[in-house]
């Protein structure tokens, strides 16, 4: 059965985050298995993960669900299952981008009692310099962590102060760490902070409101947002084979 409201109503702003994410995943999957060449495909998939990432954290709901420990197990192993890919441990986890959400729930179910005004600086610090190596274990690394902070941060207002400063930092850190990873070349590399500094306008000034489109418009935009796991999961697979065959 569909379900169509969360906790902040009908249509809003918090689903057309969302629904950014979607498209951003979709389009970076499009250049990830069809068009490797066309690598601005993949300039604008990087506003993907910090969207999830900092929804799990605006959301303030942190419960791993069977459903998404399942479907993160079924996406690591279908490579080597179907695809006979030889996979360690390592590879397991770099495998599914659903074990990063996991990490990242975990995580804030922790850091969201721990933050202070006192110590969040110090948090930003730790988690950017651990992520080189959790980035080689996981899918982002601690990045999504800090991605989900700066959510938490917008949605507790808890040091909103701080908050502009620490978005801006997390934000310019991750799109580096990624023209690094991918080596994006500079006209590239321009083209993905310009997109970050308007993920930074959109962040920073971010506040749930209700938004009303004509009706099969919102409800495909409804049914992407608060099924945005599944969808994940079925179109990468599809990509992933349909790319292999």
Request: one cysteine or more.
């Amino acid at each position: 059965m569909l379900h169509f409201r969360n906790k902040y109503g009908g249509l809003n702003s918090y689903d057309f985050l969302k629904s950014a994410a979607i498209i951003s995943m979709v389009i970076d999957h499009i250049g990830l298995f069809f068009y490797p060449d066309v690598q601005i495909l993949r300039v604008v998939g990087r506003l993907s993960y910090p969207l999830f990432a900092f929804c799990i954290g605006y959301n303030n709901k942190y419960q791993v669900g069977k459903i998404l420990s399942l479907l993160a197990i079924i996406m690591a192993i279908i490579p080597a299952i179907f695809y006979s890919e030889a996979i360690s441990m390592t590879g397991l986890l770099q495998a599914s981008v659903l074990f990063s959400i996991i990490f990242v729930k975990v995580f804030m179910g922790f850091a969201s009692k721990a933050i202070t005004r006192k110590n969040l600086f110090q948090w930003l610090v730790i988690l950017i310099s651990l992520a080189p190596l959790t980035g080689i274990l996981f899918p982002y690394g601690t990045m999504g962590m800090i991605m989900a902070i700066c959510g938490y941060l917008c949605s507790s207002h808890k040091d909103h102060d701080a908050y502009p400063m620490f978005l801006a930092i997390s934000l310019g850190c991750y799109a580096g760490i990624e023209a690094s990873n991918d080596k994006f070349t500079w006209p590239l590399i321009t083209c993905l902070f310009l997109l970050f500094i308007g993920l930074y306008t959109a962040l920073c000034h971010f506040r749930i409101y209700p938004v009303k489109l004509p009706k099969p418009l919102s409800k495909l935009m409804l049914l992407a947002s608060r099924h945005s796991l599944m969808i994940y999961f079925i179109h990468y697979e599809l990509f992933y084979f349909l790319h292999f065959f």
